[in-house]
């Protein structure tokens, strides 16, 4: 996945937790999305759709608060007020900014394309989980809380719709029967040339969870032939393996590994690969030790469903994987606008709402300041 789209994809997180699990704006909003239609400076265009800088300051202000949100848990409790932080996140403010208005637009286009809907279950959860919020804290309240992130009622609706119609394209792209997900055929064909199942003997020269040596190269390298000449003279594999392994995984997976390139030490998959089923290598070093390898059949039937996920990844790649395509084959075109709109002014951009929002509570931030300074000098005067 894109950092682009992992940025997009977390902040829908990072609002919906901060947000107590609400979705929608007010009470009498039913979900659907309606472009702002403000009048506002277009600063982009992505596909022919515009972008007006209401939208696109509001998604820069809500990049602005995840970092703050972010750096708050590491003891910067205002990162926008340090001077030398600021400067340096907010050069990176209009591509994220940027980044949020093309996801937004090309899931809605893509959305829209294929003719989708959000499901039943899926509006009736959102509304429901949007109503508790209001009740529990005031619609007053709830829209000066969404106003720090950018957004008026109308903007944050949009933008948790676009989350909804992610979820849809995921749905019919990856979902059961899903455009994108391989045959059972496939499947199997790219388990059988990708993967492989080997049971290994290890004899360590390093403790597995302290990394501290516990034997000699040459102690370990010994130790491990004397096992393998007792192999090579006909004893049972598997009673030795339970018998001398130091492999810690070894009580979890007492049939053996299944594993794919890039999964195990380099030595360990190039030794195995190297055999052919039921044949035991030679020793075989890797920084853990000295492995004695068996590779074995892979059961491809019977781990199937266990690897289901991961192999159709591996075929197929995953929503986000398209998500990235559709946002690098996007045609995006920016303005002067888009130019104008820093992390010092954006507030100036925001939709007039949201900045009366703000306004109205740096006002009573002030007075409340004035307030305590004055109440300060008094008890110092006496």
Same mark, same amino acid.
């Given at each position: 996945m894109s950092k682009m789209v992992q940025r997009a994809v977390a902040l829908v997180v990072m609002l919906v937790v901060v947000m107590g699990g609400t979705i929608w704006g007010t009470a009498s909003m039913t979900i659907r999305y309606q472009p702002l239609n403000s009048g506002a400076p277009v600063v982009m265009t992505v596909n022919g759709d515009e972008v007006g800088a209401d939208e696109y300051a509001g998604y820069m202000l809500y990049n602005m608060a995840y970092y703050a949100n972010m750096y708050a848990q590491f003891g910067m409790s205002d990162v926008w007020n340090d001077e030398y932080a600021a400067a340096t996140l907010g050069s990176s403010m209009p591509q994220a900014a940027k980044d949020q208005s093309v996801y937004a637009r090309v899931v809605l286009q893509?959305?829209?394309?294929?003719?989708?809907?959000?499901?039943?279950?899926?509006?009736?959860?959102?509304?429901?989980?949007?109503?508790?919020?209001?009740?529990?804290?005031?619609?007053?309240?709830?829209?000066?809380?969404?106003?720090?992130?950018?957004?008026?009622?109308?903007?944050?609706?949009?933008?948790?719709?676009?989350?909804?119609?992610?979820? +849809?394209?995921?749905?019919?792209?990856?979902?059961?029967?899903? +455009?994108?997900?391989?045959?059972?055929?496939?499947?199997?064909?790219?388990?059988?040339?990708?993967?492989?199942?080997?049971? &290994?003997?290890?004899?360590?020269?390093?403790?597995?969870?302290?990394?501290?040596?516990?034997?000699?190269?040459?102690?370990?390298?010994?130790?491990?032939?004397?096992?393998?000449?007792?192999?090579?003279?006909?004893?049972?594999?598997?009673?030795?393996?339970?018998?001398?392994?130091?492999?810690?995984?070894?009580?979890?997976?007492?049939?053996?590994?299944?594993?794919?390139?890039?999964?195990?030490?380099?030595?360990?998959?190039?030794?195995?690969?190297?055999?052919?089923?039921?044949?035991?290598?030679?020793?075989?070093?890797?920084?853990?030790?000295? &492995?004695?390898?068996?590779?074995?059949?892979?059961?491809?039937?019977?781990?199937?469903?266990?690897?289901?996920?991961?192999?159709?990844?591996a075929v197929a790649g995953t929503m986000d994987d398209l998500l990235t395509q559709w946002m690098e084959e996007a045609d995006v075109q920016t303005t002067e606008v888009y130019d104008e709109i820093t992390y010092q002014n954006v507030r100036d951009y925001l939709p007039a709402e949201v900045q009366e929002v703000l306004n109205t509570q740096d006002a009573a931030s002030d007075a409340s300041a004035t307030d305590d300074a004055a109440a300060e000098t008094a008890d110092t005067a006496e």
């Amino acid at each position: 996945m894109s950092k682009m789209v992992q940025r997009a994809v977390a902040l829908v997180v990072m609002l919906v937790v901060v947000m107590g699990g609400t979705i929608w704006g007010t009470a009498s909003m039913t979900i659907r999305y309606q472009p702002l239609n403000s009048g506002a400076p277009v600063v982009m265009t992505v596909n022919g759709d515009e972008v007006g800088a209401d939208e696109y300051a509001g998604y820069m202000l809500y990049n602005m608060a995840y970092y703050a949100n972010m750096y708050a848990q590491f003891g910067m409790s205002d990162v926008w007020n340090d001077e030398y932080a600021a400067a340096t996140l907010g050069s990176s403010m209009p591509q994220a900014a940027k980044d949020q208005s093309v996801y937004a637009r090309v899931v809605l286009q893509k959305f829209q394309e294929l003719g989708l809907k959000p499901t039943y279950a899926q509006e009736k959860q959102m509304t429901q989980l949007r109503q508790d919020t209001i009740d529990s804290m005031g619609y007053d309240a709830f829209v000066k809380q969404i106003a720090g992130f950018g957004f008026s009622d109308q903007s944050y609706s949009n933008f948790m719709y676009i989350s909804l119609c992610y979820n +849809a394209l995921n749905e019919y792209y990856f979902g059961e029967n899903g +455009a994108s997900v391989p045959s059972d055929e496939d499947l199997r064909q790219y388990f059988a040339d990708n993967y492989i199942a080997a049971k &290994h003997i290890l004899i360590s020269t390093v403790d597995s969870t302290t990394g501290e040596t516990i034997r000699t190269d040459e102690e370990a390298k010994t130790e491990a032939q004397k096992i393998l000449d007792r192999i090579n003279a006909g004893e049972d594999y598997d009673e030795l393996m339970n018998a001398y392994s130091e492999d810690p995984g070894l009580a979890g997976n007492p049939d053996g590994y299944i594993f794919t390139n890039g999964d195990m030490v380099a030595e360990f998959y190039d030794g195995a690969k190297a055999l052919g089923e039921d044949e035991v290598s030679g020793l075989i070093k890797s920084p853990y030790g000295y &492995h004695i390898i068996k590779r074995v059949p892979l059961d491809i039937e019977g781990q199937l469903e266990n690897y289901r996920s991961l192999l159709t990844t591996a075929v197929a790649g995953t929503m986000d994987d398209l998500l990235t395509q559709w946002m690098e084959e996007a045609d995006v075109q920016t303005t002067e606008v888009y130019d104008e709109i820093t992390y010092q002014n954006v507030r100036d951009y925001l939709p007039a709402e949201v900045q009366e929002v703000l306004n109205t509570q740096d006002a009573a931030s002030d007075a409340s300041a004035t307030d305590d300074a004055a109440a300060e000098t008094a008890d110092t005067a006496e």
